[in-house]
């Protein structure tokens, strides 16, 4: 994917089907800690948040199946592709996650992994799980908005 923006932000991965899936109410930006291969295999894109997710566990924030492939020029000391990787968030930031997370039906999921300032950080968000019926009428929204401007592009010539 590595896309850049004007603020300086290279987007590695995006979770594309996250918000298919969920409602997103809040997000937050988490520091990750990484061994050495897995940095190399982020800036060369090699990553997948499918399916990823993370838990409050003793006072801290771990990431579970976010794929990041090995590094290919790597030797035997490569990484784990799947391993837990723990999150840096503020103390603050964690309680508040903790009790949001202990509500019912409330998870946090993976966004997006990017680099800001040299640095790897994930977005997190608090997510609830959408309904088929709610994933049916997002799409027949997106489906009306997209047949209105079709309409007015038309209707313009």
Sequence with gaps: MNQTNDT?????????????????????????????TEVKSLRAGKANLKDSYAKVE??????????????????????????????????REIRKLTGKVEEKGLTLIALKIYFKRGLAKIELGLARGKK?????ADIAKRDMQRDMERTLKHKRY
Excluded at 63 to 73: D, Q, R, V
Excluded at 132 to 136: A, C, H, P, Q, V
């Design 8 to 36: 300086g932000i290279k987007i590695v991965t995006q979770n594309r089907k996250a918000r298919h899936d969920y409602h997103i109410l809040e997000t937050w930006e988490a520091g990750m800690v990484l061994q050495g």
């Design 58 to 91: 003793q006072g801290e924030v771990f990431l579970y199946n976010c794929h990041i492939s090995p590094y290919e020029k790597g030797t035997y000391a490569n990484h784990d592709p799947e391993r837990k990787r723990k999150l840096l968030l503020n103390q």
């Design 132 to 136: 088929l019926y709610d994933r049916r």
